[in-house]
């Protein structure tokens, strides 16, 4: 059974950084395309950051390019959503996610939430000004 954790939310003034973590279970994450996503109150769930099996392709939203770096240590079955220059807008909680499809990646591909077969439960960031 896949099981993925996230960690590392939390309450952070304008202009500061969180480091998100995704443990993840039951999975080969070597095999696995993996996608953080943000649902801010009253919005749908959309892709802040993805990364290909190998860490070569990657995707980022335009609200977050230069201020959010995503990478993966399959070794240890982690990912990391590093996010720097937090913005109030960058509110919200914010889901792991695998795709464990085979497929060709692409950005496009990385950025939809349809495509991923398995979810955390969430950690939360708030943005305060």
């Known amino acids: 059974q896949v099981q993925l954790v996230e960690s590392g939310g939390g309450l952070v003034q304008t202009g500061g950084s969180l480091r998100l973590s995704c443990a993840a279970s039951?999975?080969?994450?070597?095999?696995?395309?993996m996608g953080w996503f943000r649902q801010a109150p009253g919005l749908e769930r959309a892709a802040v950051a993805a990364?290909?099996?190998?860490?070569?392709?990657?995707y980022y939203a335009e609200s977050v390019k230069g201020r959010f770096t995503i990478s993966r240590d399959n070794a240890n079955n982690t990912v990391t959503l590093l996010m720097n220059s937090l913005k109030v807008d960058d509110t919200g909680v914010y889901f792991c996610?695998?795709?464990?499809?085979?497929?060709?990646?692409?950005?496009?591909?990385?950025?939809?939430?349809?495509?991923?077969?398995?979810w955390g439960q969430g950690t939360r960031v708030t943005v305060y000004s």
């Open positions: 996610a695998a795709d464990q499809s085979w497929h060709i990646a692409t950005e496009q591909r990385m950025s939809v939430p349809d495509n991923y077969d398995s």
């Open positions: 039951g999975l080969t994450l070597k095999s696995a395309v």
């Open positions: 990364i290909s099996w190998s860490g070569a392709l990657t």
